[in-house]
């Protein structure tokens, strides 16, 4: 799956994913009327809002992307109906020849973490049956509870040829509060990228590994030593844009390949028509927003690495 | 909720919960039969498998015990249908008067950990309406985000009245890859421990705080020390019996008062007809099997807080 992501990356000379989290708020109002009129004000109303969002936003924007990442808790909080707009939403960006990073951050003991890597990126035995769950091509995983939490993806991976995204240094605000704590002089991240590296080390394609990291787009200077301390892993930066980063700041995530990052963008992306910069689209052509917003995106992202 | 909960230990005399993860291979034949020959070999047979077999672990220990703790991913990993025994667990539970622990172990950047406290703890606005999702009563949260990933969780619990169990030393043999990092000679869970304390301060009932944490009956010393570092968290301590601890290692967890800890046990108890200790009872009694591993078990930690 690394490879296939590598592959699209260098056909659509976009190192970008667009990150699926359709808060109710970001929908235009059209688009919750009709669900609402078929559905009441209801879960499954909210969850048929969402799905029909996500639908218009992809097919504005498939042509031009490798991958979308969609972030489970934006469904997950609709409860049951939430999830099934969730596993729509993979299964027709599958159906559009899009990679699938589910943003599932799960992490656990051994044999459950076994149980959420076979529901998200493997096949559960039903009697003489197998089935796959959700079916998302990479998925995000937290190593807080060290390896035996994170070995029974990596087996999935091998096994299903998936991908992972472990998380490293997160974009948030508090990241550092736990992750930048000095053990033997070095941050906690570092450690954490070191043990990916070594994962991805044992776990290679021919050039990168299927065991990639989550490493924000706020923490610069961090990502460009996480570059080097994980020479083999992608790197999968979200917060680009709303959450602050710009393609300048970005060049030191990738190799001098051109590779070994992608850079998510949720809200910059999905909500593109309520920004200033794209208003004369209106909420009626928002799809159409979105693939303005990724056209700059890319643009901006390859604008910086043709010229570092 | 924490006060409901410290309620029905003393009510009960047993400080204990009961995991439901359902594991296929724990399901006696004759219950994945009839599942099966309704629904035939397909993720919406082994959802009914799993639902029926907890339901009648439930029946049978219900009036024990004060809270079970099903593991999501047990029914994660069966996709929707599997999501939707989930759901019909937790309400199944409720219905009970049992407490419900939805061991989720979620955690993210600030306004994802907003959603996933939604969908699991609180209410989610559709419209002019507001629905609950999942709606458990507890949830396990992974603190490696900081702060800012797990405030959005105690805002909902404050709001709700409901409540959390961080991790802070979990039970797996590897959790100290990361967990034990000395981090200015302290072990990092030493850190997260304080940091749940502080919160815990913060955020207290008459006794006990509603922001618990999660430490591993499978490292006693580490329990010893942390039950001094956060004097009004509640302890949920997994790892009972099939993964290492018995009642006599486990007194530590638990205050004077004889209260502060909550011992869970999953296959120990689920699959009990199993064990050579209760295969008298045949695979077609599972649950009374169950309810006898219930009662052996808070003998044994009741006697050992009594003889301490």
Known sequence: MINKLIDKIQKTKAPIVVGLDPMLSYVPEQVKERAFAEYGETLAGAAEAIWQ?????????????????????????????????????????????LLVIGDVKRG???STSAAYAAGHLGKVQVGSRTYAGFDEDFATVNPYLGSDGVKPFI?????????????????????GEFQDQLVDGKPLYELVGEKVAQWGEEHCSETYSYIGAV????????????????????ILVPGY?????????LVHFFNDDGL?????????????????????????????????????????????????
Not at 65 to 80: D, N
Not at 215 to 228: C, D, I, M, S, W
Not at 241 to 249: F, L, M, T, V
Not at 287 to 297: L, N
């Open 215 to 234: 490493v924000g787009a706020t923490y610069p200077e961090q990502g460009k030593l996480l570059r080097k301390v994980m020479p083999k892993s992608f």
């Open 155 to 175: 087996d999935v991976c091998k096994e299903e040829k998936k991908g992972l995204f472990i998380l490293v240094k997160t974009s948030n605000p508090s990241s």
């Open 53 to 97: 969002f996500n639908k218009e936003i992809v097919d504005k924007t498939f042509d031009l992307i490798p991958a979308v990442k969609p972030q489970i808790a934006m469904y997950e909080q609709f409860g049951i109906e939430g999830m099934q707009a969730y596993k729509k939403t993979v299964d027709y960006c599958k159906s559009k020849d």
């Open 108 to 110: 656990d003991i051994g």
């Open 260 to 308: 070994g990052a992608i850079v998510n963008s949720s809200r910059g992306i999905i909500a593109a028509y309520k920004q200033e910069a794209y208003q004369k689209y209106g909420q009626e052509n928002f799809g159409e927003a979105s693939r303005k917003a990724v056209e700059d995106m890319i643009a901006d992202i390859r604008g910086a690495l043709e010229t570092r």
């Open 241 to 249: 844009g709303a959450q602050g980063g710009k393609g300048r700041d």
